[in-house]
């Protein structure tokens, strides 16, 4: 089992930049693709970024391109989601998820991935 634990999260005014880290145990990641997806209130959890084992493959949402970059560090099992030019509309509670089944282009859908961390909460002030 891969146990994931995501930190960085909480409070910035509309424009400001925050960096999610999502640290994983229990077993290497290194040939996992791993993803963000976040939940706003009353809404279904939806795909934010993904990248893939090789590192170089990633791919965004529509609504993030150009304003969060996802990567990631092997030797230290560990994600990242930069987020700049924040607005409201992305607060959420982010969680990081990997996946075992290693793709060349990772997967933005939630049924590909093994393993969720336990989410950590972005609020967006305007």
């Known amino acids: 089992q891969v146990q994931l634990v995501e930190s960085g ?11 999610l880290s999502c640290a994983a145990s229990g077993r290497t990641i290194s040939n996992y693709d791993m993803g963000w997806f976040r939940q706003a209130p009353g809404k279904e959890r939806e795909f934010v970024a993904a990248i893939a084992w090789i590192k170089v493959n990633t ?10 970059t996802i990567s990631r560090d092997n030797a230290k099992n560990t994600v990242y989601l930069q987020m700049n030019m924040l607005q409201p509309e992305d607060t959420a ?14 997967s933005r859908t939630r049924s590909a991935y093994d393993y969720w961390g336990q989410g950590t909460q972005v609020t967006v002030s305007s």
């Open 9 to 19: 999260g909480g409070l910035v005014q509309a424009g400001g930049s925050l960096r």
């Open 93 to 106: 509670v982010y969680y990081c998820a990997a996946s075992s089944a290693a793709r060349l282009i990772p």
């Open 59 to 68: 791919y965004y949402s529509d609504s993030v391109k150009g304003r969060f």
